[in-house]
């Protein structure tokens, strides 16, 4: 599963409606209050600012698939403010390819928030990107009554071994930008 990433609760939306590893930067795990939870879902995570260990992290995420776990990752790197979908990063949909797995493309919209649509105004008591505390986003957010999202499921991507792996990105990149609603 690759999807769009905005706010620090899209692992707990997307882990609501099935079971999933989720594939994250070894950054993420060293991070207070996120990284804990990382680990407590059981993540897995990766060294991606290291080209060398790559063929390692390749094979163990291609194992991962071959042991028939659902893996999920967020392909932009990082989440972001919502204007748009980020270009993907797409050396991890390599594993994909070699163990012939399906890569199902999901599209979040987080739609309203206490009642209201959901503006360039009001987005930060729910995304978490760039450089906001965590803690006064953490404050915001437990503040929050209800947010709606829509997390739409795109045609999957059935993968062969000769495909490849920036064209994969790009086509499920394309497929979530298609569907998703921008805030300004």
């Known amino acids: 599963m690759v999807a769009n990433h905005l706010s620090d609760l899209d692992v707990s939306i997307l882990s609501s409606i099935m079971p999933l590893v989720f594939v994250a930067a070894v950054e993420v795990r060293e991070t207070l209050f996120m990284g804990t939870m990382a680990r407590l879902g059981?993540?897995?995570f990766v060294e991606r600012r290291n080209k060398f260990?790559?063929?390692?992290?390749?094979?163990?995420?291609?194992?991962?698939?071959?042991?028939g776990f659902n893996l999920a990752l967020f392909p932009e790197g990082?989440?972001?403010?919502g204007e748009g979908v980020q270009p993907f990063k797409n050396?991890?949909?390599?594993?994909?390819?070699?163990?012939e797995a399906i890569v199902l493309p999901v599209c979040l919209n987080y739609r309203r928030l206490n009642g209201q649509p959901l503006t360039a105004?009001?987005?930060?008591?729910?995304?978490?990107?760039?450089?906001m505390g965590f803690t006064a986003h953490l404050a915001k957010l437990l503040t929050t009554r209800s947010i709606d999202v829509e997390c739409r499921f795109l045609p999957a991507i059935p993968l062969v071994k000769t495909d490849?792996?920036?064209?994969i990105a790009q086509k499920a990149q394309r497929a979530i930008a298609e569907h998703y609603t921008s805030i300004h």
């Open 53 to 67: 260990q790559l063929y390692k992290e390749l094979i163990m995420v291609r194992q991962l698939l071959d042991q």
């Open 91 to 99: 050396a991890l949909f390599q594993a994909a390819i070699d163990a």
């Open 42 to 44: 059981g993540g897995y």
């Open 164 to 167: 490849s792996r920036q064209e």
């Open 78 to 81: 990082a989440s972001s403010n």
């Open 121 to 131: 105004q009001n987005r930060d008591r729910v995304f978490f990107y760039g450089n």
